[in-house]
């Protein structure tokens, strides 16, 4: 396969600057020497299990420092790592590691059940708890000491809104352009440590792992989001940058109270939507730069950032395109619209996806040109700021009227009563669809008191017509809403 060859990312890592430190994990810190040398012994491993170049390995892990080893290790061999949402059930990761092809699953004991069931249904199969794995005697790894930037290094399978999850195809190449954009726009130095909190099988936490390979940067790793955890962290472990949806931004916020995050810290990278005002402008009392993104797993991490300085005057806005990356708006025709008109937003970059695992179809209908058609729908401002309005497929349409659920979340977002909101559309044999809201308070409310609020600030359609009160809304390991089980929720309701 032709393409540009470079040296394996941790192995020239390891040579550049091997004594600085590359992760740390409760009290426990790493030199890239150290990660380079818990890798290789791990792909040691796998060698002599028969796992070698070019194959499709499923990673069933959770955040620790064993699954980066892991993840490191199969990069030293040259295989591709399908990384497996571990909130997903066994029917869920039967049906991935069939699609994928995979010829082994590296897990742990505390997925027993999942694996026994993958056991059953997926045979012959190699199944590796790490346990059993590293119990194994010292072997010599057939390490791949080039990499070739068209290579494939990781799948990740999208959660899709209908049907079944297709499987991203990030190359190495995706992962070092991505890397390279965000340090164009972040800017980048040795002392720079980037906190790790989401899950290292979704591109916001793998995305880090590549990050502090290219960069030479430490990883503050957390097993899980914990605000407490993660402020004293900031301070004792001087992190400097952290990945943040508004969900965990807004628990760190309410615990710091009074309190300031120290100077250092320079960046909440916040993806996952819009954030509401009222967010920003607490961020912004507190001196806590904040810089929203627009990104996907087809996009491996950021595509389009919002510097801080826009923060508050470009509300809403997701950002400018990082440098090596294009967007466009365009109409159903694929043909580019004017300014601040609604449409599909399109993306092109080095950062961009190949395609899907063995789906053609997929691939040729989603890419075009080297465009890839995201189907979410946003527009572009007179001076090239990108808002994102919605996904497509949950757009409402009422009485002709179209309605974005993310405008009206973003507006009951603003409330100091609502802690979450998720808006869908429910069938109507008026207006064909009208807006209902799901919200998560923190004091006692009213519906009345939810509508009035909406009142001033939304138009009269865009209000939604019912309230629901939940305890918790539907999110994936990424903490991005999941509209389809607010769907099943109003199904259950009706019958």
Same mark, same amino acid.
């Given at each position: ?12 890592r390891?040579?550049?600057?091997p004594n600085?430190?590359a ?8 030199t890239?020497?150290q990660v380079?040398?818990?890798?290789k012994g ?12 070019n ?7 959770k ?5 980066v080893?892991i ?9 591709k790592?399908?990384?497996?949402n571990?909130?997903l ?13 995979a010829?082994?699953?590296?897990t ?5 059940r ?7 249904e997926v ?7 790490k ?5 194994t005697?010292h072997h ?11 290579d ?5 399978y999208?959660?899709?809104t209908t049907?079944n999850?297709?499987?991203?195809l ?41 990050r ?13 989001? @914990?605000?407490k955890?993660?402020i004293?962290?900031?301070q @004792?472990?001087?992190?400097t ?6 969900t965990m ?18 960046c909440?990278?916040?993806g996952?939507?819009p ?9 912004e009392?507190?001196n806590?730069?904040?810089?929203q993104?627009?990104?996907?797993t087809e996009?491996s ?22 440098f090596?990356s294009q ?6 025709e694929g ?11 399109i993306?092109?970059?080095?950062n961009v996806?190949k395609?899907?695992?063995?789906r053609p179809k997929?691939?040729e ?6 465009w890839l058609?995201t ?30 659920p993310?405008e009206?979340e973003?507006?009951?977002?603003s409330?100091?009563?609502?802690l979450?909101v ?5 069938? @109507?044999?008026?207006w064909?669809?009208i ?7 923190r004091?006692?409310?009213t519906?009345?008191?939810v ?9 009269k359609?865009?209000i939604?017509?019912?309230?629901r009160?939940?305890?918790?809304l539907p999110?994936?390991?990424a ?8 769907r099943?929720?109003l199904?259950e309701?009706r019958?």
């Amino acid at each position: 396969m032709s393409g540009y060859r470079m040296p394996n990312f941790l192995i020239n890592r390891a040579f550049l600057t091997p004594n600085r430190i590359a992760l740390i994990c409760g009290e426990r810190s790493y030199t890239f020497q150290q990660v380079f040398e818990k890798a290789k012994g791990i792909a040691g491993l796998l060698t002599f299990y028969g796992i070698k170049q070019n194959q499709q390995v499923g990673v069933l892990l959770k955040n620790n420092v064993d699954t980066v080893w892991i993840l490191y290790a199969l990069q030293l061999l040259g295989v591709k790592a399908v990384l497996l949402n571990n909130r997903l059930s066994a029917e869920e990761l039967i049906w991935q590691l069939k699609d994928s092809e995979a010829t082994a699953l590296l897990t742990e004991e505390s997925f027993q059940r999942e694996s026994d069931s993958i056991q059953t249904e997926v045979n012959p199969f190699l199944i590796l708890d790490k346990e059993m794995l590293f119990s194994t005697t010292h072997h010599e790894p057939n390490v791949i000491e080039e990499i070739n930037l068209e290579d494939i290094c990781s799948i990740m399978y999208t959660s899709g809104t209908t049907g079944n999850p297709k499987g991203v195809l990030q190359t190495y190449g995706n992962h070092w352009w991505s890397a390279t954009g965000s340090a164009l726009n972040l800017g980048i130095t040795e002392k720079d440590r980037w906190l790790c909190a989401v899950p290292l099988f979704h591109i916001s936490g793998y995305s880090i792992l590549m990050r502090s390979l290219i960069y030479g940067i430490a990883v503050v790793l957390h097993p899980t989001f @914990d605000e407490k955890a993660i402020i004293r962290d900031i301070q @004792d472990k001087k992190v400097t940058i952290m990945s943040v949806v508004s969900t965990m931004l807004s628990r760190i916020l309410q615990d710091l109270e009074d309190n300031l995050l120290p100077d250092y810290f320079r960046c909440m990278l916040l993806g996952g939507g819009p954030a509401p005002l009222p967010l920003l402008e607490t961020c912004e009392s507190k001196n806590i730069p904040v810089f929203q993104t627009y990104g996907m797993t087809e996009t491996s991490s950021q595509m389009v950032t919002l510097a801080p300085e826009y923060s508050l005057l470009k509300l809403g806005s997701a950002g400018k395109p990082l440098f090596p990356s294009q967007i466009k708006i365009v109409n159903e025709e694929g043909l580019e619209v004017d300014q601040n008109i609604p449409g599909e937003i399109i993306v092109k970059g080095p950062n961009v996806t190949k395609g899907y695992l063995n789906r053609p179809k997929d691939t040729e209908e989603k890419i075009k040109d080297g465009w890839l058609y995201t189907g979410d729908i946003g527009y572009v401002d007179e001076e090239g700021f990108l808002y994102v309005l919605d996904r497509r497929s949950d757009l409402i349409i009422s009485g002709g009227e179209n309605i974005y659920p993310a405008e009206i979340e973003g507006v009951l977002s603003s409330h100091p009563d609502i802690l979450d909101v998720g808006v869908i559309g429910k069938d @109507d044999p008026i207006w064909g669809q009208i807006p209902i809201a799901f919200i998560v308070r923190r004091n006692y409310l009213t519906e009345a008191e939810v509508t009035t609020f909406c009142a001033g600030k939304l138009a009269k359609y865009k209000i939604p017509k019912e309230i629901r009160f939940i305890e918790e809304l539907p999110r994936n390991a990424a903490k991005k809403l999941l509209r389809r089980e607010l769907r099943y929720l109003l199904k259950e309701d009706r019958s």
